[in-house]
DNA sequence: TCTGGGGTCCTAGGACCC
DNA sequence: TCTGGGGTCCTAGGACCC
């Protein structure tokens, strides 16, 4: 069995890039929620030095001397690109695990493991042709492998790079033991503190000692490098498990008006993602930040609720989490971040009926039936059209800070 | 003035059960 | 003098990923 990790390069840059060509071969970052942090820089920033994840504040000043050309993230434009990707690495397999945003791991189809390389080249082309967004290839028997060897593609020039008996040896020697999937900041310097720098040292230490250290995680990786596969590939998109929907506002907030519009504004988000999925939500949190995060005094409220039975329409949720809200909500504080967390889920259609409740059952269903019937007009407007009136129409000053956004919606 | 957002899995420890 | 063995569920915290 072969496997391809297919990861489109700078891919928040190369987006941007498409709208914009003339950005090509200048630097280029994009910047996260708010303007906060670099989230994708281009191959001509990363040689300049500037790192990933860094705050735009401390590098303003650099990027505008240097001509570094600043976009601000505007993930549903990415979303509908990486789309776009993905139907078109469709085409080369059907077996497929959408990994992330901007990468995918193939199964290869029989025929074309003999001639591995060749294949991954003509996947390169054709997203190249068909939506212009440059991608590296790493090819491997396992997925640990496949995700090194396209690191290591990124490298080379044929932006193909395959792992095999042959070389694995020599690459895993060269591969420093922070650069493997699955081994992060500490497990890193726990293992070099025990003299285990590269993957090629990791690889031969004994398993039940890596057990024992790294959990059975670590001990899939090891095996994973071996050539063992462990991690099987997921075909199916799993339901979440929860759903998150929080952001650090553009203004800091202290009325209560303001934190709800902007706490129902996530709450409205979060209660559609639910109602897409086909789940309802059985338990909520939500939380509220205040003071800054990097300095100074800071913390977070939170509080959370169950419900009696699984709910998903957005009048029941905004009224049950409007109460939370109130509840840790506590004036003279300065708030900049807040947020809503839903789990317990079951499936919409599969919930349990109460047994005495036949009006209450009533009118939930005309309330669900209320947002379901909104959703399909807000998907058939391609934007948010209907929405609670309590969000209000102006005076959005929660709304995150996006300065150097490419293109309004209108213009996509 | 100013540092994102959204997930998953694993483990340990406590409560509780027979 | 001396106090078993086995299990589940829940939560918090840690670590990792993009």
Redesign the pocket.
């Known amino acids: 069995m072969l496997l391809a990790l297919c990861d489109c390069n700078n891919f928040f840059v190369s987006c941007e890039r498409l709208y914009r060509p003339e950005l090509r071969g200048r630097p280029v970052v994009v910047l996260?929620?708010?303007d906060?942090?670099i989230?994708s820089r281009s191959n001509e920033a990363k040689t300049m030095g500037i790192k990933m994840?860094q705050?735009y504040?401390q590098v303003e000043t650099y990027l505008r001397q240097n001509g570094v050309v600043v976009c601000s993230g505007n993930l549903a434009m990415y979303k509908e690109i990486s789309d776009k990707v993905m139907q078109t690495f469709e085409r080369f397999t059907d077996t497929m695990e959408v990994y992330?945003i901007?990468?995918a791991f193939l199964r290869f189809p029989k025929n074309a493991e003999k001639n591995a390389f060749e294949y991954a080249s003509s996947i390169r082309r054709t997203v190249d042709r068909l939506v212009g967004i440059p991608i590296s290839i790493g090819i491997a028997c396992t997925k640990t492998q496949a995700?090194l060897a396209s690191e290591k593609a990124k490298k080379i020039s044929t932006g193909v790079m395959e792992i095999t008996g042959e070389n694995v040896r020599e690459i895993l020697d060269k591969t420093a033991i922070e650069d493997i999937?699955?081994?992060?900041?500490?497990?890193?310097e726990k293992l070099r503190r025990y003299g285990i720098a590269t993957a090629g040292a990791f690889v031969l230490q004994d398993p039940l000692w890596v057990k024992k250290e790294l959990?059975?995680?670590g001990l899939a990786t090891q095996y994973e490098l071996q050539g063992r596969s462990c991690i099987p590939l997921e075909t199916k998109v799993p339901l979440?498990?929860?759903?998150?929907?929080?952001?650090?506002w553009g203004s800091?907030l202290e009325t209560f008006e303001d934190v709800w519009r902007a706490m129902l504004d996530n709450i409205v988000k979060a209660a559609r993602?639910l109602r897409d999925c086909g789940l309802a939500v059985g338990a909520a949190s939500v939380f509220l930040r205040y003071g800054?995060?990097?300095?100074g005094e800071c913390g977070y409220f939170t509080e959370k609720l169950m419900f009696k039975e699984q709910i998903l329409s957005d009048i029941e949720l905004i009224a049950a989490l409007k109460k939370l809200v109130d509840a840790i909500y506590r004036p003279g504080h300065r708030y900049?971040?807040g947020?809503v967390v839903l789990g317990a889920f079951t499936q919409a259609v599969y919930r349990q009926r109460g047994l005495f409740d036949q009006e209450d059952y009533e009118r939930r269903a005309k309330l669900e039936n209320v947002s379901y019937t909104v959703d399909a007009i807000n998907e058939n407007a391609g934007e948010r059209v209907v929405y609670p009136a309590s969000l209000g129409v102006k005076n959005k000053k929660w709304r995150?800070n996006r300065q150097f956004l490419t293109a309004k919606w209108s213009e996509l």
């Open positions: 996260s929620s708010n906060g942090c989230v994840g705050p504040f992330s901007d990468e995700k999937w699955g081994i992060g900041r500490k497990t890193a959990t059975v995680r979440p498990k929860s759903i998150q929907v929080s952001r650090t800091v993602q800054k995060r990097h300095s900049t971040q947020g995150p």
